[in-house]
């Protein structure tokens, strides 16, 4: 891991993934009007954890210290423990993150309501879900390699498992009103439309050739039309 | 990482995938007529590999030693290198072992011949891959995991791409005969298909609710018929 110099700093910064959205909260007041910053510049405690977030998944989360934190932002150990209590604590905020954006979307998706089909609100969880993880990308990719090493880890399996039955549920409820075919196991088309949509974070790119919109319409199209084409 | 004492070492070969298809190799002649061993079992070559591959998925590669994998067998490091020069090569015994059975079958699927439309050797491409995830489920879980964090995993990485390249040529040919719509782009499908296949590894259990088959026939429908059900 080399040790970034001053000069660095701006550069590290830039090489997040421009699709994470960055919590809005800072310790610093805005500046009146920008000015150049000089020497080194202040990481509050949403950059660290964009940091941490971006380590983990380049080197992987138990192959990573503070350590190795602190050498990428330019920082001392006590300078992140300024802001931060331990690794797990960057874990956790991280696999939180992606978990509350897809709690959020699947109790949505999950909601009977007058006026829509299940069927519906399956489509609309698949074009949601393609957004979450296009908009959290970072912190999904993190969450979808978890192997539950740790209670952080395990807590996070334990809600993952509590979404994979909802869109279970969901998939089983589309084939109840006669949407979807019958013949495949709900819960196994669930794993595989999910495993779909997740195998994203491998290779989306933000700058990439498609956009999110492309994406979720090419998903809905194969999972819900079929690639066959049945001539007239 | 507990140190396993010595009845625990059949415990930690019970522990790996049964799905793993082991080298049939052996650095030790077969006994003439089973019986029980004494002591220290022996570990050859491919059952050190086996146990480094299962323990770089669950603690993540960069995060693991050859001591954490002399610890989990109980045996010594010596041991170890008596068997193999290093970490890394252990790391390229296990992404070759995936990437030969891959490319095998994208050369199988890639090769015209009378008889046989790109369509046919598509859905075939798509069984095949699903047989090889399953049968080499490991070594493909720690393919897919590779970041190109050494020579070794961005040579891994060089080999990917050319069966990412083959296999969207695939399709793209199975577009240009007719046979798939063409409103979707070749290499965006290619993605998505494959990725669900490949988002296979990380919840497939030999001995769970479904046989490869089962999970291939639902990949092949779900992809080129669809799900939803027009009613006639």
Redesign the interface.
């Known amino acids: 891991m080399a040790t970034l110099d001053a000069e660095d700093h701006s550069a590290c910064g830039g090489a997040f993934r421009p699709t994470y959205a960055a919590p809005v909260t800072s310790t610093e007041p805005a500046a009146p009007t920008p000015r150049r910053r000089r020497g080194r510049p202040g990481y509050d405690q949403p950059a660290i954890l964009r940091a941490a977030v971006e380590l983990f ?7 990573t210290s503070v350590g190795d934190l602190a050498r990428e932002l330019g920082l001392t150990k006590p300078a992140i423990y300024h802001h931060v209590t331990s690794k797990e604590q960057l874990l956790g905020q991280a696999l939180d993150d992606a978990l509350d954006e897809l709690t959020a979307a699947v109790t949505e998706a999950s909601r009977e309501r007058a006026g829509t089909t299940a ?1 519906e609100r399956l489509r609309a969880m698949v074009r949601r879900s393609v957004e979450v993880l296009v908009a959290h990308q970072p912190s999904v990719t993190l969450l ?2 978890v ?1 539950g ?1 740790s209670e952080v880890e395990l807590a996070a399996l334990e809600r993952r498992r509590w979404l994979d039955d909802r869109l279970a549920a969901l998939v089983a409820d589309a084939v109840a009103e ?8 709900p ?3 669930s ?3 999910f ?2 949509v ?3 974070v ?2 989306y790119r933000a700058d990439g ?2 956009d999110p919109a ?2 979720a ?3 809905i ?9 049945y ?1 007239p």
Do not use: C, H, Q
């Open positions: 998944n380049r080197k992987g989360y138990d192959a069927y979808l390699r192997r090493n006669g949407a979807l075919r019958d013949d495949v196991p819960k196994l088309v794993r595989l439309l495993g779909m997740n195998s994203l491998e290779w050739a498609y492309t994406v319409d090419a998903i199209t194969i999972a819900f039309d079929g690639l066959a084409r001539e």
